[in-house]
């Protein structure tokens, strides 16, 4: 089974899963408050699927019975979603009873998010007159995928006549949550020395290390 998807992906597995996931429905129907239409439709669909497979299984099947059988698994499909979407997420179902279902488990843990550790390297290239675009990613990595926890990169940058000391210099400020990001500047300040530095900044607004302060030239 996907553990992306608690459907089976095969037919012949979805034949015993769904049997297994109504005949569990068909038990626990009262104490769940599901009505017993919906009970007998989920027995019936997931009846009606296993009778269809094992006729399209047959060496003497045709393209009529393979299409019945097709149009049968996405009824079932979709009953079992609708009712695992709505019904059974009643709270009086427990996390025993889910698995016994052949459903995933509720994720109650929350992964903390990491401060950054890494810092990111930045690129800067003429897009056109007064505008630079800047092309960032991890350190080392020629991926553009930012790290875990990290929802963008915190640009700082300023136009100065002299290369500045460190990052405090450097008054202006962005978030860049995709790469690349255009920055534009005024006519004033083409032929102009623009300095930048970018650190990583995770969901919660913590920042990771700075990266080396860059310059440019404002086209």
């Avoid at 297994?20 to 989920?42: L, T």
Wanted: contains cysteine.
């Amino acid at each position: 089974m996907s553990t992306k998807d608690y459907i089976p992906g095969k037919d012949a597995e979805l034949v015993a899963w769904s049997a297994n996931f109504a005949a569990q429905v068909a038990e626990n129907a009262r104490e769940w408050d599901i009505p017993a239409e919906e009970s007998n439709e989920q027995q019936a669909a997931a009846a009606a699927f296993a009778e269809l497979h094992a006729q399209a299984d047959n060496p003497a099947k045709n393209s009529i019975i393979v299409a019945e059988k097709n149009a049968a698994r996405e009824t079932l499909v979709a009953l079992i979603r609708n009712l695992a979407g709505f019904r059974l997420k009643n709270p009086v179902i427990t996390d025993a009873q889910r698995i016994a279902m052949g459903l995933h488990v509720r994720d109650t843990t929350h992964t903390p998010v990491p401060v950054p550790v890494t810092r990111p390297e930045i690129d800067i290239d003429v897009l056109d007159v007064r505008r630079l675009k800047i092309v960032f990613h991890d350190m080392g990595k020629d991926s553009k995928a930012k790290p875990y926890g990290v929802n963008g990169a915190v640009i700082v940058y300023a136009v100065l006549d002299t290369p500045p000391a460190d990052t405090t210099a450097l008054t202006r400020s962005l978030l860049a949550t995709r790469t690349p990001h255009t920055i534009e500047f005024t006519e004033e300040e083409r032929g102009k020395t623009v300095y930048f530095a970018i650190c990583w900044q995770n969901e919660k607004g913590e920042r990771g290390p700075w990266s080396e302060i860059e310059s440019a030239i404002i086209p």
